[in-house]
């Protein structure tokens, strides 16, 4: 996607995935995780760091500036001028988190600038700690604290990215793309923030088999975390079948024993009949596909 303004400066989500931000020569460059992930193009975790992230890192232009989260500090620690941000911790951090009539609010400072109370109308503390990120860029950009607490407040987020698909009075449905371990813990962890007393139910699409079977155990125990989980088959994308690996693999990991693995074709018939109170669909795959049926499904129960 891409939209064009007026502003001189362009942002870009860049992907580590075949290490197409290397083609980027950044003035600016935020690194918000390096976890393990796409090891079918990069083999380990430390080529990926190599040949990835630093590689992406010494692309910046002569006088620009890396900012990292604040715990991956000791991964950079070669290069020269880094500035760290995150939740209570960093140089620019985020502090005071608190909600306030629904929505999360904080402070945020660093050595020269302290801004009071920011609302985010997005959950969870991940959403938090890239919104003082953005919140550093903006400011070395020149841009004022009043209007970056402005456009983080109207701020909504983007599609499939704890995506809130239906709210009523009896249910909640949450859609997300999270296809990673930390992203799924991200998103049932906002969730469980939201919606202490409710019972969630998650939809998990894995994706990719060559993905499955290295996160295997990290998918099992953010899974976990949910009150019940209907498990999907592999969502294969680009991958033929590897022998052995289908979604069992982490189905037979997982400790909670509220749990079941159906088909796709399954899903919205065992929905029917189930008592739902926070619903989160989750995957990269085709899962989308599912949304509006589910969505009609309980705008007519209503």
Do not use: C
Request: proline fraction near 4%; charged fraction near 30%; glycine fraction near 6%.
């Amino acid at each position: 996607n891409f939209v064009s303004g007026k502003s001189d400066w362009v942002v870009v989500e860049a992907d580590e995935f075949d290490r197409s931000f290397l083609h980027l020569d950044p003035d600016v460059a935020v690194i918000t995780s390096i976890d393990a992930d796409h090891l079918d193009i990069y083999g380990d975790h430390e080529s990926m760091l190599e040949t990835g992230f630093r590689a992406f890192a010494r692309k910046i232009k002569p006088g620009g500036s890396l900012m990292v989260q604040h715990s991956l500090t000791g991964y950079f620690k070669t290069f020269d001028g880094i500035q760290t941000y995150g939740v209570e911790g960093g140089e620019q951090q985020a502090t005071n988190i608190h909600v306030k009539d629904g929505f999360f609010v904080f402070d945020y400072k660093n050595e020269e600038t302290e801004i009071k109370d920011i609302k985010i109308t997005l959950p969870g503390r991940h959403n938090i700690e890239n919104a003082t990120a953005a919140i550093s860029i903006a400011l070395k950009l020149g841009v004022k604290p009043e209007a970056i607490k402005d456009a983080l407040a109207s701020f909504k987020g983007i599609k499939r990215r704890f995506d809130i698909i239906h709210r009523d009075d009896r249910v909640v449905y949450i859609d997300d793309y999270a296809h990673h371990p930390s992203e799924l813990k991200a998103a049932i962890g906002a969730a469980r923030e939201l919606f202490p007393e409710k019972k969630i139910t998650g939809v998990f699409q894995p994706h990719l088999y060559s993905r499955t079977n290295d996160f295997a155990p990290g998918f099992a125990e953010a899974l976990d975390a949910l009150d019940e989980v209907l498990l999907l088959e592999i969502y294969p994308a680009r991958e033929l079948p590897m022998e052995g690996v289908t979604s069992k693999i982490i189905f037979d990991k997982m400790k909670l024993k509220n749990k079941v693995q159906l088909t796709k074709e399954e899903l919205l018939g065992t929905l029917k009949r189930k008592k739902l109170e926070v619903l989160m669909t989750l995957g990269a795959g085709d899962i989308d596909t599912l949304i509006n049926p589910i969505k009609e499904h309980l705008e007519n129960k209503s």
